[in-house]
């Protein structure tokens, strides 16, 4: 059972076909998986946060933030794979800030989920 995306053409796969989701702390990638359970992925860019000391801080952040949003994710009918890209402002915050944003990217992504379970049922 592989948890996390590694592969660069996983990433890729994301980024491209997935939804996109901004925040001030954080952007989030979201794309439907059919494994039975999300998976995340982290980036953080020399571009965006800076040495190496600030990236591994958000990447352990960014990780955290997830780990806890366990009980929102669960609310989610479908599974999905998750990028999650660091912003600058990540590093300055602290762990509750980021946690907010992140289950407001969920209850977007159910949101969506909805709207998508309403058309599907308009179809038929």
């Known amino acids: 059972m592989k948890t996390h995306l590694r592969d660069s053409r996983e990433f890729q796969k994301v ?5 996109r989701y ?3 702390f954080l952007t989030a990638f979201v794309k439907a998986n059919d494994c039975g359970f999300h998976r995340l992925g982290i ?4 571009k ?8 591994n801080r958000a ?3 960014l990780r955290e ?12 009918q479908n599974k999905y794979d998750w990028v999650l890209n660091g912003r600058r402002a990540l590093l ?6 980021p946690q907010k944003e992140l289950e407001k990217v969920i209850g977007a992504v159910a949101a969506d989920e909805r ?3 309403l058309n599907k049922q308009e179809l038929a």
């Open 15 to 19: 980024y491209k076909t997935g939804r």
């Open 22 to 24: 901004e925040g001030s």
């Open 43 to 46: 980036t953080a860019s020399k």
């Open 48 to 55: 965006a946060l800076g040495n190496a000391v600030e990236r």
């Open 59 to 61: 990447k352990r952040l």
């Open 65 to 76: 933030t997830f780990r806890s949003s366990t009980i929102f994710l669960e609310g989610l």
């Open 92 to 97: 300055s915050s602290s762990i509750n800030e």
């Open 115 to 117: 709207v998508s379970s």
